[in-house]
């Protein structure tokens, strides 16, 4: 394949900008234009810092930063830890101990039980805890439990998975309440091997016994050509991590980066409308500013659905509109009281699907995020708590009641079983179909969407981001990095 003249980037979220960043450095004879429809760069990244009146030591004003998308990161996750190390990030990175109790103590809110439940960290913790007999149940039963994946089927729910292995009160209880936590969906409709394919290898490890599987240890075999510089001893004994000034660091960091490359082109308040591949075999790509571009090359970061409705032909890429995609309500609070007061110390709490189901009863919690337990090195030192409320995923559509500050507040207190001050400062904000759910099925139909790719738009085209190879920021850096890798 001819190398790359000038390349394309559809969309500048995470996925975009990291693609650009890698893109620059691999190929630095190319041009390279990202494309962005909103005059922001860092798509669903979003950090504010907000000013509080009388909350500081003799009634000062205090700075609190809020995040209103992704919050926290896992050390493990190699891509962004290059990335860090390529931009100088070291010393902007705040890490929360793995012996801290955020790290440590983490909640269930059980819908049809008062108060928090602690997620047993420890065997004395374990047989002390109300959860015990769902825990070692699910557990004891899943090693001896027979083989049981049905013959033939090559991918499943995540809640069926855990149905089969753990039993019904295990699945539902921690596992949907995990999903409700990364995912903001229903675990019955999430594909266990695109999720947790660590999960089904490890069955198959086993004999059948997840158990087992994770006794004998992993053969995943994870690549290891990422420059890391210092960022491993950074993050010597992290639990979770983030930026002083938030996850918006990074996406401004890399901004900053791609704005002094002399090969990269940043068009923000610049909508693609559409995307066709020329006889010339060069690519047409229409702005909404009424310009045309001619790339040899072009790298979609766009969600699924929104490339299939740039593309003149509906039937040009296969499954583009098979995933359906999550929307959540982020309500962040800041309270005029330290954190002892308001909650108890742990990372937050989840909620896992009602024993009813999604009815339009339920308050549509998801969970809660205690950020002042993990991150409040970003803020002023102050008395204060800041939290997150997550609302929506797989409930039916929220009214403005369940967005009001009495409803929040009045199931808070019921969570928290204490009441609570109003807050100083809260804000809510929608985000609309932020979050793909991978539905099972999503690793075969994502390769046979690549073979089209390579087969009929010769390669020249990758289609990437979180409706393709994963949700968490990780996985979307990792993509960036490994864009256009077969045009070299
Ligand atoms: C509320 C929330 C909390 C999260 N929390 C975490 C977390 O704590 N940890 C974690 O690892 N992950 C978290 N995630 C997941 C992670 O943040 C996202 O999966 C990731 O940011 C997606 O990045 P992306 O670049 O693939 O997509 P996007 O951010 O959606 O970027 C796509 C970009 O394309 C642009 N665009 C759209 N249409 C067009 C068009 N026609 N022309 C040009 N541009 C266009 C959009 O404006 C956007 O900027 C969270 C996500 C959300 C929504």
Redesign the pocket.
């Known amino acids: 394949m001819p190398a790359p003249r000038h390349i394309a980037v ?7 900008l990291s693609s650009a960043f890698h893109l620059s450095r691999r190929f630095p004879d190319a041009s390279i234009t990202l ?4 005059s922001k760069l860092g ?3 979003r950090s504010d810092k907000v000013i509080v009146e009388n909350v500081g030591s003799g009634g000062s004003p205090a700075t609190v930063l809020l995040e209103g ?5 896992r050390p493990n996750a190699k891509s962004v830890l290059e990335l860090i190390n390529l931009l100088g990030l070291d010393s902007a990175v705040i890490t929360t101990s793995k012996s801290s109790p955020a790290a440590k103590t983490r909640f269930l809110q059980i819908p049809e039980l008062p108060g928090l439940l602690p997620i047993p960290s420890s065997v004395a913790s374990l047989l002390s805890s109300p959860l015990r007999s769902i825990l070692l149940t699910a557990v004891g039963r899943e090693i001896f439990r027979r083989s049981n994946r049905p013959k033939g089927i090559k991918d499943e729910s995540l809640d069926r998975f855990m149905t089969r292995r753990f039993g019904e009160p295990f699945a539902r209880t921690f596992g949907s309440a995990l999903i409700h936590g990364i995912y903001a969906t229903d675990s019955k409709k999430l594909s266990v091997r695109a999720a947790f394919p660590s999960l089904w290898e490890a069955e198959e490890r086993g004999w059948g016994s997840v158990v087992v599987g994770f006794l004998r240890g992993s053969k995943f075999k994870l690549k290891s050509d990422y420059d890391l510089g210092g960022t491993i001893q950074l993050m010597h004994n992290a639990s979770v991590y983030s930026f002083r000034g938030g996850m918006q660091t990074l996406t401004n960091a890399l901004e900053l980066s791609l704005s002094v490359r002399p090969n990269v082109k940043i068009l923000r308040d ?3 409308s559409s995307l066709r591949l020329q006889k010339s075999k060069a690519f047409e790509i229409s702005l909404s500013s009424g310009a045309a571009l001619s790339p040899t090359h072009v790298i979609s ?3 699924l659905p ?1 490339l299939q409705n ?1 593309l003149p032909d509906p039937g040009a890429l296969p499954h583009l509109t098979a995933n359906p995609y999550s929307s ?1 309500t ?1 309500v962040n609070l800041v309270f005029p009281a330290p954190p002892s007061e308001i909650h108890p110390e742990g990372f937050g709490y989840l909620i896992p699907r009602p024993t009813t189901g999604y009815s339009s009863e339920s308050p549509r919690f998801l969970g809660t995020v205690f950020d002042s337990c993990s991150l409040s090195a970003q803020d002023t030192p102050a008395p204060l708590t800041k939290l997150t409320v997550m609302m929506g995923g797989p409930y039916p559509a929220l009214t403005e009641e369940h967005m009001s500050l009495p409803f929040i507040k009045r199931h808070l207190e019921d969570h928290l079983q204490r009441s609570l001050p109003d807050p100083v400062y809260w804000k809510v904000r929608r ?1 609309d179909n ?2 793909p759910t991978l539905t099972p099925g999503h690793l075969e139909r994502m390769q046979e969407l690549r073979n089209v790719l390579w087969e009929r738009w010769e390669g020249r085209l990758e289609v990437i ?2 409706g393709v190879g994963g ?4 996985d ?1 850096v990792d993509a960036g990095k490994r864009a256009g890798e077969a045009w070299s």
């Open positions: 559809l969309g500048g979220g995470l996925t975009g494309l962005e429809r909103q798509g669903w990244v998308g992704p919050r926290t990161l610049t909508q693609v970061t766009l969600s929104v740039i959540v982020v985000n932020c979050i981001g979180a949700v968490s920021v990780g979307c």
